[in-house]
């Protein structure tokens, strides 16, 4: 591992990369004060496989691909339609239809019910997110909305990958610890900039009506969907209530991520869903704590690099992150 000078881009990239570590309850014992965190909520009860009506028009499906990264599995959404449940009726669009987990597909077919799927919207191409789409869009003719495939060199994300292998237990899946790989094979139908809008304009009798946001950091290709129809954030992995989000490089992008948490706070939507954990209210305090939270690691980062001079990511951890736990 290499050694860091003083320097922005050295403290974004420890931020970005000391991501495999959870929550400890140890007291600092250095010089470098505990930063203020944002609370996180993990008041969450995972029903794998049922239907979860969250809000008036929104269903949430739970596959079973719990992990450290993805916390209680991946949460699919399924946005109108549920006219036999008091739902609005029409088409249904699909947030993130998940791994490609035989179980998670048997739970959106019998969820969906032989109701018509329009559109299917996918955030990024992790494989906890996207890969359950192929098989679905070839179920349903629905095509794949997207913000592209992986723009990086497949090789360099599949060295990557093949690291982030060795994290895992013994015998893994991959599609059960989706987070530390990219799904290089997704190809959306139709390609998604920012600020392009999904909804009755292209697929009549929609109840929904979705304005994609491009949020770089977490991943290059990532969006957020804003449901414009119910002042609602489908915010993928961006914003999560449960957690930091990671930012790992090659793909993961320390400023970026900022950038595109600043992009949120002059936005309207009073409910974040992300795709892990619960749901987000009153999220723009939220946001903020979150942006103040990163901006805090990074004047310590500097501060400690000021000091000490070159150091590697792994003796700035060791430092910075004292309660933090190693996993």
């Known amino acids: 591992m290499g050694r860091l000078r003083t320097g922005r881009r050295a403290a974004l990239s420890v931020a970005g990369r000391a991501f495999g570590r959870s929550e400890g309850t140890s007291t600092p014992a250095g010089y470098i004060a505990r930063v203020n965190s944002p609370v996180f909520n993990n008041d969450f009860t995972a029903g794998y496989g049922a239907v979860e009506r969250v809000a008036p028009g929104i269903r949430r499906v739970l596959a079973h691909n719990p992990s450290k990264y993805s916390a209680w599995g991946t949460g699919t959404y399924l946005i109108g339609g549920d006219a036999a449940h008091g739902g609005p009726g029409g088409p249904v669009a699909v947030v993130d239809p998940g791994p ?123 969006l957020c969907f804003a449901e414009l129809e119910r002042g609602a954030l489908f915010s993928g992995d961006h914003v999560m209530g449960w957690s930091t989000t990671v930012v790992s490089p090659p793909a993961g992008d320390m400023a970026a991520y900022l950038a595109s948490l600043e992009l949120l706070l002059e936005r309207p939507e009073h409910v974040y869903y992300p795709t892990h954990g619960p749901a987000i209210i009153d999220p723009v305090p939220f946001v903020r704590s979150l942006i103040d939270h990163r901006r805090e690691r990074d004047r310590q980062l500097l501060s400690l690099l000021a000091e000490r001079g070159e150091q590697s990511v792994a003796e700035l951890v060791e430092v910075i992150y004292t309660t933090v736990r190693a996993e």
Do not use: C, Q
């Open 100 to 222: 490609d987990l035989e179980s998670h597909h048997e739970a959106l077919e019998r969820a969906l019910d032989g109701e018509v799927v329009a559109a299917i919207l996918i955030t990024h191409t992790h494989a906890d997110h996207s890969p359950a789409s192929k098989r679905l869009a070839e179920r349903t003719g629905a095509p794949r909305y997207g913000f592209g495939p992986h723009p990086f060199d497949t090789d360099e994300l599949a060295r990557a990958d093949a690291a982030n292998d060795a994290d895992l237990p013994d015998g893994a899946d991959t599609a059960e610890h989706g987070e530390a790989h990219s799904d290089l094979d997704f190809m959306p139908d139709v390609v998604l900039g920012h600020g392009d809008i999904v909804g009755p304009s292209r697929h009549p009798g929609a109840t929904w009506r979705f304005e994609a946001l491009h949020t770089p950091g977490h991943l290059s290709n990532h």
